[in-house]
């Protein structure tokens, strides 16, 4: 099956930073990523929508300025957490859509656990 | 109004039984895919299963097999004969070809095997 990583794993940062997470469609190539975030015993919540070549398309509610999206490549795709604050401690994942199987099937990566202090 | 509606309680099943997994969803779109995903405690997703809306069969992967009601608007999960491993979340998602392909997710049923 296709194969999505995600780096880091896991980030402990101080409040006040950003952290930048990376997306990786490591055996195909994704014109479009999505990036979730999840709340503990909760489903995921989708943040935004991430095309190559162009401006993510955020969900209502999401913050462009605080959480800034970068696909710069078919293959990668980055969220930035700027100036990150206790309320943005969560799990974050991503996926890429494999457009080539006829079923726009989400792969997943193995998910961000962000933690501010 | 949600478009994907998971309402079972958490479960418990015995190694080697077989578990259901409830599904109904809701869409005026002709054309939609319906996905399984399962995610251990890790947190990475697992893509399990997918059926077609206009898959004739019920799709199969493995142990792993959903039972398409197209008019009663559900897509259940079957896994047969259950192994420890399986003890995860499972969520059912849709995706709506006019909804831009995006994935709408349910709460998830939360499987506890046991020996």
């Known amino acids: 099956g296709a194969v999505v990583s995600q780096h880091p794993s896991w980030v402990i940062c101080k409040s006040g930073t950003s952290v930048k997470i990376e997306c990786r469609s490591l055996?195909?190539?994704?014109?479009?990523m999505f990036w979730y975030r999840q709340f503990p015993k909760q489903s995921l919540m989708l943040m935004a929508t991430?095309?190559?070549?162009?401006?993510?398309?955020?969900e209502q509610g999401v913050e462009k300025d605080k959480f800034l999206i970068n696909h710069a490549s078919l293959t990668l795709s980055t969220l930035t957490v700027t100036s990150a604050h206790p309320e943005d401690s969560s799990f974050y994942i991503c996926?890429?859509?494999?457009?080539?199987?006829?079923?726009?099937?989400?792969?997943f990566g193995p998910g961000t656990r962000l933690l501010v202090l | 109004a949600q478009k994907i509606t998971q309402t079972q309680p958490g479960m418990f099943v015995q190694e080697k039984e077989a578990v259901t997994l409830d599904c109904t969803y809701d869409?005026?779109?002709?054309?939609?895919?319906l996905f399984w995903y399962k995610q251990p405690s890790s947190g990475e997703m697992i893509f399990l299963i997918y059926?077609?809306?206009?898959?004739?069969q019920n799709a199969t992967e493995g142990r792993y097999s959903l039972n398409f009601q197209k008019a009663r608007k559900s897509a259940n999960l079957v896994i047969s004969a259950s192994q420890l491993g399986d003890s995860a979340m499972y969520f059912c998602?849709?995706?709506?070809?006019?909804?831009?392909?995006?994935?709408?997710f349910g709460k998830g049923n939360q499987v506890v095997v046991i020996p």
């Open positions: 996926s890429a859509r494999d457009g080539t199987d006829g079923r726009e099937t989400q792969y």
């Open positions: 055996d195909f190539q994704a014109t479009t």
């Open positions: 991430s095309n190559e070549g162009s401006k993510a398309t955020y």
């Open positions: 869409t005026s779109d002709p054309s939609y895919g």
């Open positions: 059926q077609g809306s206009y898959d004739q």
């Open positions: 998602a849709m995706r709506e070809v006019y909804g831009n392909n995006r994935l709408a």
